[in-house]
């Protein structure tokens, strides 16, 4: 049962955040989910991610967060709204505080997933939320 | 649930005499202070030297750092300091890139010159302490040059300067990503490698397994690949830079990561002591007892902390913490219980340090050296990760050693699978961690701890000063040192550019511009991202 099929999503670190083991196995868990999986890396700055969302015309964005820098999430977020391109969620996982979680979330960040979610979890809110969502459940 | 170690071995319910048949004491285990050191390298144990307790500082402007390492001083932390770098360090940017403008001093200390080192150095001595700047590898070199430059400022003797300021290219591969090329990595750490054993500066370099097993890695992968790191740079440094093995063994430290695994913890580092004293002696032909001892310093591990019910942490800090003593290191440096929220809060530092405090002075662990040697079980483990990681260890030799498994992509495929298999190992709750997949309550009874802030604005604080400071520099003075630096980046691989590093440092050049010039010396862009343009122009 895949339940990923026909979803197109970016993985990524963002700006100068190296740690990619998160986001390395959360595109592992997509892609054996039959998500389209872009895995971009690291050092990839807020306009990087932009222009591959265009390129690639994903549904939705993951960003693997293990920096503290919320800023280039927000840059990112705002960067999509000035493209129109609000209707693809950015999702974010990793040491994330509640109260920034909490602040990205009132800033336009679609879901912050805490260390410890399970995959269950992830998969569930993607489909669900996945830009394309409503028409692929009609 | 899972009741096998994390490389897959199944553990029985009771060890006895059978499990360790053939046991030979003197061959396998020695006394303490005796060839293979299984049993550490001091007959007396931390008697005769405590292990150094520290807690790692670095956040917000470099005169918050000094405050912070000043605190750690008055809370007892008098073996040596230990200080994180940002990621605009790391990367070798400067906070005026404008990357580097989002995210100075947000994870670390934004250690981008001299001055910066100068200012979180004030009123702490370089002497009498162990000196551990950590970072990314790609600006070890500079780090080093801090030294060196403040050092000879300051009149002291560089050689009477002991701790780590290098860390190796291979950490690039565990998650710990830098965005230098891995040939300039590797050429600039042997660089500094080769600078401080000629020049007997007792600064040892980071070649650890630690950031290959918080990545995923399991203990019998993180021997092997420990023991191939250490053997591709004493190899390269013996080859290449005409050092024998005797002197590098000088080199390098070993950073273990301790989890919750309280035995198994304990037989890896056990092991791994016997395993490097074997093939410093069979493989190098090690002429002294030094030479066959691998310094092995303890991080309890971040991975093991939970974002739910963080107080829980502080239970598994302190298993790790007694495992990492009774496994026996020369130093300690714990994770935080908000290791999965945020960067160490005060509390939470204070929390972790303490915990090694109370395993140094309450627990008696520190009064007998290696108190586990002879459990069937402990013994039949230490035997056991020792034949499994061999089984890798001559695998990757096989291929021509580290550099060349990494090429091939070996070595990244073993990580990345082993990551996911952990992951899929608690997803599937065949391995049960309290609070997140067992024994779980709704995240609204959680108690709330104490949060870092991370001040964005600091960033900016930062990146303007850089900016505001840059020009008040002595120009000619920075002109002559980079030219020089720029002419000598030009010249063959073997040529070390550390002393030329040094001058520039000490002439106020930044990390952007030292690690700039020699990029472009190699034909790369000076900005490794491309955004901004080389400032000095050459002949």
């Given amino acids: 049962m895949l339940k990923g099929k026909g979803i197109k999503a970016i993985v990524s670190m963002i700006g100068l955040d190296g740690h990619t083991t998160g986001g390395e196995i959360v595109a592992r868990v997509l892609r054996d989910a039959g998500f389209e999986v872009i895995y971009l890396g690291a050092t990839q700055t807020p306009e990087m991610i932009l222009q591959a969302a265009i390129q690639e015309d994903v549904d939705v964005i993951g ?24 209707d ?47 028409r692929r459940s009609a | 649930m899972k009741r096998e170690t994390d490389y897959g071995y199944a553990l029985k319910s009771v060890y006895g005499p059978e499990d360790v048949a053939g046991f030979d004491y003197s061959r396998d285990l020695n006394d303490p202070g005796g060839y293979p ?40 932390q008098v073996g040596g300091i230990c200080v994180i770098s940002d990621r605009v360090f790391s990367d070798c940017i400067d906070p005026d890139h404008p990357l580097g403008r989002r995210e100075a001093g947000v994870l670390g200390w934004p250690g981008c010159s001299l001055l910066e080192f100068e200012e979180m150095m004030e009123d702490i001595p370089l002497t009498g302490q162990s000196i551990t700047l950590l970072g990314s590898s790609a600006p070890s070199t500079l780090r080093l040059a801090y030294v060196v430059a403040l050092a000879q400022k300051r009149g002291i003797d560089p050689s009477k300067i002991h701790g780590s300021v290098m860390e190796s290219p291979f950490e690039n591969y565990f998650g710990q990503t830098d965005v230098s090329p891995f040939d300039l990595n590797l050429k600039l750490f042997l660089d500094a490698s080769e600078y401080v054993l000629r020049n007997k500066i007792r600064m040892r370099a980071s070649i650890i397994s630690q950031h290959f097993q918080e990545s995923g890695g399991n203990s019998a992968q993180a021997l092997a690949v420990n023991l191939s790191m250490v053997k591709e740079i004493c190899g390269r440094l013996i080859n290449e830079r ?37 093939m410093a002696k069979e493989e190098f032909g090690a002429k002294t007892e030094k030479a066959c001892q691998l310094l092995m310093a303890v991080h309890t591990s971040g991975r093991t902390m939970t974002y739910q019910q963080p107080l829980n942490n502080i239970a598994r800090c302190a298993i790790q913490t007694l495992a990492g003593v009774i496994g026996g290191c020369s130093a300690l440096d714990n994770a935080t219980l908000d ?27 520190a009064d007998v050296v290696d108190p586990l040697a002879g459990s069937y079980f402990v013994e039949a483990l230490t035997n056991k990760v020792e034949e499994e990681g061999y089984k890798i260890y001559n695998e990757i030799q096989a291929m021509g050693g580290m550099v060349a498994a ?49 001040h964005s604005q600091d960033s900016e604080t930062i990146a303007n000063r850089m ?11 920075l002109n002559a040192t980079i030219g020089q630096l720029y002419a000598d980046a030009r010249k063959d691989d073997r040529f070390n550019l550390m002393p030329s590093i040094i001058e520039a440092v000490k002439a106020y050049a930044t990390v952007g511009e030292v690690m700039g010039v020699i990029r472009k ?19």
Wanted: aromatic content about 10%.
């Fill in chain 2, 521 to 539: 010396g190699r034909g790369l862009s000076y900005d490794p991202f491309e955004m901004i343009e080389c400032p000095f122009t050459f002949e």
């Fill in chain 2, 37 to 76: 050191y299984t049993r550490g390298y001091y007959p007396e144990g931390y008697r005769s030297r405590m292990w150094t307790q520290r807690m790692t500082a670095g956040l917000g402007t470099s005169v918050d750092a000094n405050k912070v390492l000043k605190k750690y001083r008055d809370m007892g």
């Fill in chain 2, 406 to 454: 990494l090429k091939k992509g070996f070595i990244q495929e073993m990580l990345s699978a082993e990551a996911a298999k952990k992951f899929r190992e608690i997803d599937g709750k065949e391995r049960l961690v309290v609070g997140v997949n067992h024994l779980v309550i709704p995240p609204e009874d959680d108690f709330e701890i104490p949060i870092q802030e991370v």
């Fill in chain 2, 467 to 477: 900016a505001e400071w840059k020009p008040t520099r002595d120009q000619k003075l």
């Fill in chain 1, 88 to 134: 693809v969620p950015v999702i974010c996982g990793g040491n994330i505080p509640k109260h920034v979680a909490k602040q990205l979330k009132g800033r336009g960040v679609a879901e912050v997933f805490p260390p410890g979610s399970s995959s269950a979890d992830i998969i569930g809110y993607i489909v669900a939320n996945a830009r394309g969502a409503q």
């Fill in chain 2, 242 to 278: 005409g050092l024998d093995f005797d002197t590098t063994s000088l080199l390098p430290y070993e950073l273990v990561s301790v989890g919750t695994r309280f035995f198994e913890e304990i037989a890896k580092m056990r092991a791994l002591r016997r395993m490097y004293a074997r």
């Fill in chain 1, 63 to 86: 960003i693997s967060s293990h920096a503290s820098n919320y800023i280039q999430i927000e840059y990112l977020v705002e960067l999509l709204r000035k493209n129109e391109m609000s």
């Fill in chain 2, 339 to 365: 290791n999965a929220h945020s960067e160490p809060s005060a509390l939470a530092a204070r929390m972790s340090l303490n915990t090694q405090h109370i395993v140094a002075y309450e627990s008696g662990a």
